[in-house]
């Protein structure tokens, strides 16, 4: 199994920032991209970023350009979130996500529990 763990979530105000990590663990043979999705209340969960393990390609909503960054530490299997000028409309669960394959060379798509990001003054 593989089990994606994430921390870092909280409340901030808003033009504050919060930094989300995610490590991934089990039994993995490659990763082959994490990334970070969100699901404010009732809302349909949407795509927030996501970066390719190899090559570190990245991948933005538009929503989130220019405020958000992505990252990777391989060698942690850990994927981080970098959220600077944070509005009102990012507040959602942040739930990560990881696609690769295990060790058992069956592919695998995990999500982590999620944890809440709140932006309010």
């Known amino acids: 199994q593989v089990q994606l763990v994430e921390s870092g979530g909280g409340l901030v105000q808003p033009g504050g920032s919060l930094r989300l990590s995610c490590t991934a663990s089990g039994s993995i043979f490659r990763i082959d991209e994490m990334g970070w999705y969100r699901q404010a209340p009732g809302k349909e969960r949407e795509f927030v970023a996501a970066?390719?393990?190899?090559?570190?390609?990245?991948y933005y909503a538009d929503s989130v350009k220019g405020r958000f960054t992505i990252s990777r530490d391989s060698a942690k299997n850990t994927v981080s979130l970098q959220m600077n000028s944070l509005k009102p409309e990012d507040t959602a669960v942040y739930s990560c996500?990881?696609?690769?394959?295990?060790?058992?060379?069956?592919?695998?798509?995990?999500w982590g529990q999620g944890t809440q990001v709140t932006v309010s003054s």
């Open positions: 996500n990881a696609r690769g394959i295990k060790s058992s060379r069956v592919r695998f798509d995990g």
């Open positions: 970066i390719s393990w190899s090559g570190g390609n990245t």
